[in-house]
């Protein structure tokens, strides 16, 4: 079987409530749980104001497929350039065997690109944004 992962931005108004407003695809799931372990940012659990929106899916999905749910975690915008690290998305075997100036061909970092640059576009106009995540099996 192979690892799937919900990714999801949320903003939040100052003073308000975080609300999700984009879900993300993502080519690898592993290897970005690689990545995230890597950083140090794995398996921190989902944020605890996370959105009641995401909260009642994490829910129904655990409920319904409880052994297949592997983790989540949050990633803020702050900590995304930690991810850009590609040598992080690798296995330890894959470093030893790829040239380190390949490694941006397995590493997924126009996806970080792409997210920190809507998360930024958000913090602009006073909203604060993070990631959301949980895989499945």
Do not use: K
Request: glycine content about 6%.
């Amino acid at each position: 079987m192979s690892l799937t992962a919900d990714l999801h931005c949320e903003i939040r108004e100052v003073g308000g409530h975080w609300w999700p407003v984009a879900t993300f695809q993502l080519g690898s799931a592993h290897r970005f749980r690689l990545a995230l372990q890597g950083a140090g940012l794995a398996d921190r659990g989902l944020p605890p104001d996370v959105s009641d929106v995401l909260r009642d899916r994490y829910d129904e999905q655990v409920t319904a497929h409880a052994r297949e749910i592997g983790g989540a975690t949050f990633i803020t915008t702050q900590e995304l350039p930690l991810l850009l690290n590609a040598a992080l998305w690798l296995t330890a075997e894959e470093r030893e065997r790829i040239p380190p100036h390949a490694y941006e061909e397995y590493a997924e970092t126009d996806f970080i690109r792409a997210w920190h640059a809507l998360a930024q576009t958000h913090e602009t106009n006073e909203r604060a944004a993070r990631l959301v995540v949980w895989f499945g099996i």
